[in-house]
């Protein structure tokens, strides 16, 4: 039983090859984060952007409207506290349409979710 599914590229990280379809022949690291962390994979097909384009606006949307216009900070640390402040903010409205607020929608999905592994993945003894 699986979290959830987790959709990618066909990074090399991930993909040692590319089979028919959506089926691929995973990287033994990115199978043992997946088994671990009990997540599904879906790759998009190569070179079909079209599948991509969703993800790639939402990236647009989070650089014009979470860290830009002119994310400034001393450190790294204010810097991660002035996005957060920003994501909460934008959590906060309630889209058009809707009757709840994006961060109430998203306290109801992760009561749905599946809790993570006790502990965590290693990373080097994965990729051996």
Known sequence: MTNTGLTSDN?????????EGRNRQEQDAYRSF?????VESNFYHPG???EKGSVENLVGFAQ?????PRA????????????WE???DYAKRVPQGETISILERWQQEQRMLGRF??????????SR
């Open 48 to 50: 079909a952007a079209n």
């Open 117 to 126: 592994p006790q502990s965590p993945l290693t990373a080097a003894a994965s």
């Open 86 to 88: 920003r994501c909460l």
């Open 34 to 38: 997946r088994t671990h962390y009990l």
């Open 64 to 68: 014009r409207n979470i860290i830009g």
């Open 11 to 19: 990074l090399r990280q991930a993909v040692r090859r590319v089979l």
């Open 72 to 83: 400034e900070a001393a450190s790294w640390e204010e810097f991660n506290a002035l996005l």
